[in-house]
Antibody, heavy 121, light 110 residues
Framework: QVQLVQSGAEVKKPGASVKVSCKAS????????IYWVRQAPGQGLEWMGW????????KYAQKFQDRVTMTRDTSINTAYMELGSLRSDDTAVYYC??????????????WGQGTLVTVSS | QSALTQPASVSGSPGQSITISCTGT?????????VSWYQQHPGKAPKLMLY???NRPSGVSNRFSGSRSGNTASLTISGLQAEDEADYYC??????????FGGGTKLTVL
C-alpha cells in the first residue's frame, strides 16, 4: 500500500534551518510529484512547493522562494524539504503529499503523517 | 497569491445538505478545471474528497459532490452525518503556475 512516512518532530532556534524527510513506499517514486504543505497551529493549509522525483525539478511558492530547498534521493525513495532562516511564525506541521506529475493539479491522494517543527529561542 | 475565500464556518443537522463555497478569480478557480477539496479532522492529515472540480476519488462517499459557477467552486454534502464534522479546504491551480488553498471552513453537525 502507498505510504509516505515523515521524519520526527523538530525544535529549532530562530535563524536555524530544518530538513524534513518523506519516505515513499508502495508505488513508483519517480512516477508522481511530491508536494509540501504546511499548517500553522490553528490555521489553514499553505502550499509551499513541489518536487519532481524523476528530474529533480522544483517549483516553490513565492513566499518561500529564497529560503526553501526541495530535493530527493531516488536510491532510497525519499524526498526532503529544507527551510532556512527560521522564524517563530514558521512553527507549523509540515506535510508531504503525493500528487500527479506536472505540478498543476492539486489532487494529493496520499499524505504523510506530518512533522511538527517548533521554532523557539 | 492570496488564499481562496471560504466561509469560516457552516453548520447543518444530520440528514440535511450543506454547501461550502470557494471563491477565487479567473486566474485560478474560474480559469482551470484543477480544483480540489480536502477534509481534515483534528490532528489528522487532510483527505482528498474531490478533484478536477467534481470528481470523487475511489472510496469517497457519493454524498460529496462538487460544482463550479464562474469563479466560485462549491462542495455539497448531502445526508449530513456526524462523521462529516471537520474542516474543509479547497485548492486550485493558478495562472502563476502555483497552487493555492482556501482559508478553510469548519463544518459543525448540530
Amino acid at each position: 500500500q502507498v505510504q509516505l512516512v515523515q521524519s520526527g518532530a523538530e525544535v529549532k532556534k530562530p535563524g536555524a534551518s530544518v530538513k524534513v524527510s518523506c519516505k515513499a513506499s508502495g508505488y513508483t517514486f519517480t512516477g508522481y510529484y511530491i508536494y509540501w504543505v504546511r499548517q500553522a497551529p490553528g490555521q489553514g493549509l499553505e502550499w509551499m512547493g513541489w518536487s519532481n522525483p524523476n528530474s529533480g525539478g522544483t517549483k516553490y511558492a513565492q513566499k518561500f522562494q529564497d529560503r526553501v530547498t526541495m530535493t530527493r534521493d531516488t536510491s532510497i525513495n525519499t524526498a526532503y524539504m529544507e527551510l532556512g532562516s527560521l522564524r517563530s511564525d514558521d512553527t507549523a506541521v509540515y506535510y508531504c503529499a503525493r500528487g500527479p506529475p506536472g505540478g498543476y493539479d492539486p489532487s494529493f491522494d496520499y499524505w504523510g503523517q506530518g512533522t511538527l517543527v517548533t521554532v523557539s529561542s | 497569491q492570496s488564499a481562496l475565500t471560504q466561509p469560516a464556518s457552516v453548520s447543518g443537522s444530520p440528514g440535511q445538505s450543506i454547501t461550502i463555497s470557494c471563491t477565487g478569480t479567473g486566474s485560478d478557480v474560474g480559469g482551470y478545471n484543477f480544483v480540489s477539496w480536502y477534509q481534515q479532522h483534528p490532528g489528522k492529515a487532510p483527505k482528498l474528497m474531490l478533484y478536477d472540480v467534481s470528481n470523487r476519488p475511489s472510496g469517497v462517499s457519493n454524498r460529496f459532490s462538487g460544482s463550479r459557477s464562474g469563479n466560485t467552486a462549491s462542495l455539497t454534502i448531502s445526508g449530513l452525518q456526524a462523521e462529516d464534522e471537520a474542516d474543509y479546504y479547497c485548492s486550485s491551480y493558478t495562472s502563476s503556475t502555483t497552487l493555492v488553498f482556501g482559508g478553510g471552513t469548519k463544518l459543525t453537525v448540530l
